[in-house]
């Protein structure tokens, strides 16, 4: 079964051709990346513009490389939710006038059920899982029995993760996007040269939640304060301390569901999972198996919207044309009592 994924859910617009859930034929990313480049955010207005330009392109381009015509095409997945909604929309009007046309079904996909499925993309994953989503918008920690079927056990407070590398990037003019910036920067820095603070949110309903505002305002108004004695305060430094303490926060969260639930399988999803010091530190732990997406396919793409489409068309989830975008999913924020 041949299922084209349509993603244009923030500032990357994502089409690729995937069989049977997991064969790339063709996987095209049109980056907007030079646009937002000098506002060090993306500007929601650009990039539904932006999208609007490339859709038709990038589509047409991920058929030809996949070698496929549009009528090989057997069903269209496409991100519904969650994101910027002008973005949303663009990607979800073309998926549903081509299926329309093409008179092959379109499935609604969820874009953050749909990173946890890139690690899938290329090998065998059993059931179950700890999953760890860690992106630019949003920061869980799941337990996965199916691919629609799982439960989000912690979440941050506040701050996502990607968020918070993009927002100490911003402040220092370490690079855009933030989070790549910090990482390559973090590669030649002391991570202990700073000991910035990690939140105790241990307590009740919190378990396995995470907060980032505290570090961010830590690394960005209180530097001084946490800077230990002898060490400079370079940006590789600060990269490098703040980077161990963000990424060490999820990591104990994920360790302490995984040990909790008994379930000795973590699977990483979202842009952070190309983070070199998180797939390091969990790589490196003993008793738990960490599995990361392919680099490619940690970031935005198609190839993930294709092949969770694949299941759901398999599972008989067929969307009708009154699909709309969803810019928020209520259930990926905890409610507290
Ligand atoms: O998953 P993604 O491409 O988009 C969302 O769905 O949000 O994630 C983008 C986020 C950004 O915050 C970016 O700074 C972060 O992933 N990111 C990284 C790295 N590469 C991308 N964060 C830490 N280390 C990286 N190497």
Known sequence: MKVMGIETSCDETGVAVVENGTGILSNVVASQVDFHRPYYGVVPEIASRKHTEAIALVVQDALDLSG??????????????????????????????????????????DHIEAHLYAAHIGRKIPFPYIGLLVSGGHTLVTVVR?????????TTIDDACGEAFDKVA?????????????????????????DFPMPSLRKG?????????????????QLKQFQRPGKEATPENIAASFQR???????????????????PLIVVGGGVAANSYLRARLKGETGVEAVFPEMALCTVNGAMIAGLGYHGLRAGHVSGLDLNAEPRVPAFRKTYP
């Open 146 to 154: 199916d691919f629609f079927d799982y439960d989000v056990v912690g």
């Open 245 to 263: 303490r963000a990424i060490d926060m999820i990591v104990k969260r994920a360790l302490a569901a995984s040990a909790d639930f008994g379930i």
């Open 205 to 221: 309903n919190h378990a396995y939640d995470v907060s980032y505002s505290g570090l961010k305002t830590a690394v960005v108004n």
């Open 68 to 109: 496929l015509g549009k009528e090989d095409l057997d069903g269209i997945g496409v991100t519904y939710r969650p994101g910027l909604v002008g973005s949303l929309l663009v990607g979800l009007c073309f998926a549903k006038a081509l299926a329309y046309g093409l008179g092959i079904p379109c499935v609604g996909v």
């Open 170 to 194: 911003k402040f220092y003019d370490l690079g855009f996007p933030g989070g790549a910036a910090v990482d390559a920067l973090a590669a030649k820095g002391d991570a202990h040269a700073f």
